[in-house]
């Protein structure tokens, strides 16, 4: 039976592949995909955002090769880094309380 986190990994592809794929490369989230991700999987973060270019200039910090798509590694970068910043919130509240 896979653990916690090998199940998380798993959920991580899954979704990965939901997205990627619908506009022909099934490695990487084209623009296009990478919106429609946001716009579902991170609905709660897209709708409180003020400025409507956030998500493209997401996008463009997260292409690393600037070759207009997010590949694994790329994305995985998204999900690191709104780990990091749910965690950081985290231990904030813990601390001050």
Do not use: W
Not at 57 to 71: F, I, V
């Amino acid at each position: 039976m896979p653990t916690e986190t090998e199940r998380c990994i798993e959920s991580l592809l899954a979704v990965f592949q939901r997205y990627a794929g619908r506009d022909g490369d099934n490695c990487t989230l084209s623009k296009r995909e990478f919106l429609a991700f946001m716009n579902t999987e991170l609905a709660a973060f897209t709708k409180n955002q003020k400025d409507p270019g956030v998500l493209d200039r997401m996008m463009k910090k997260l292409d690393l090769n600037s070759d207009g798509q997010l590949d694994f590694q790329e994305f995985l970068n998204l999900i690191g880094g709104i780990a990091v910043a749910c965690h950081d919130s985290l231990v904030l509240k813990s601390h001050s309380r």
